[in-house]
């Protein structure tokens, strides 16, 4: 069975990416907007990639084969 490492790691990667989106946001009137929507972006680029891989590594129900179907 696989582990939820991956998830740690691009959890670091993502957190590194984000830390790099907050320092190098130019200067100007919308520098708080840029770095809301970078933020946003990322974590929810992050939250979609790991639960479709979490829901695979450790799926809710077993899989089972279908009836009738001949292998």
Known sequence: MSSSFP???ILVIVLGLMA???????????????????LLTLACCYLMWMVTFL????PL???????GVPE
């Open 61 to 67: 129900e077993k899989p089972r084969k279908a009836l």
């Open 7 to 9: 998830a740690l790691v």
């Open 20 to 38: 790099c989106s907050w320092v190098f946001t130019r200067k100007g009137e919308n520098q708080t907007l840029i770095r809301t929507a970078l």
């Open 55 to 58: 829901a695979q590594v450790h």
